[in-house]
Nanobody
Framework: QVQLVESGGGLVQAGGSLSVSCAAS????????MGWYRQAPGNQRELVAT???????NYADSVKGRFTISRDNAKNTVYLQMNSLKPEDTAVYYC????????????????WGQGTQVTVSS
């Protein structure tokens, strides 16, 4: 099986910066796309940013120009650098990865991390 563990969440003042990371481990053969999603109280989970295995990126309009997603394929890790943070960025941030496991017949499936809290104070 596969586990995704996020780290780096916390409390930051508006206008500040924060970085979070997510490391995948387990019976991994390869990882295709990876991404970050977030969910604020009373809201649905929404896409923040994605990155392919070839490092092609995509961002939600609300974070474009402020957030940067990156990955280290050798470490099976994805990162999210968050700058110019706003109170509306406050949410639980979840890591996602499309993983091909050994014995899966090269068929990927999605896995989720447990989430990490990011709180931006005004």
């Amino acid at each position: 099986q596969v586990q995704l563990v996020e780290s780096g969440g916390g409390l930051v003042q508006a206008g500040g910066s924060l970085s979070v990371s997510c490391a995948a481990s387990g019976n991994i053969f390869s990882i295709n796309a990876m991404g970050w999603y977030r969910q604020a109280p009373g809201n649905q989970r929404e896409l923040v940013a994605t990155i392919t295995s070839g490092r092609v990126t995509n961002y939600a309009d609300s974070v474009k120009g402020r957030f940067t997603i990156s990955r280290d394929n050798a470490k099976n890790t994805v990162y999210l650098q968050m700058n110019s943070l706003k109170p509306e960025d406050t949410a639980v941030y979840y890591c996602n990865a499309d993983v091909v496991t050994a014995g899966s017949g090269n068929r990927p499936r999605g896995y989720w991390g447990q989430g990490t809290q990011v709180t931006v104070s005004s």
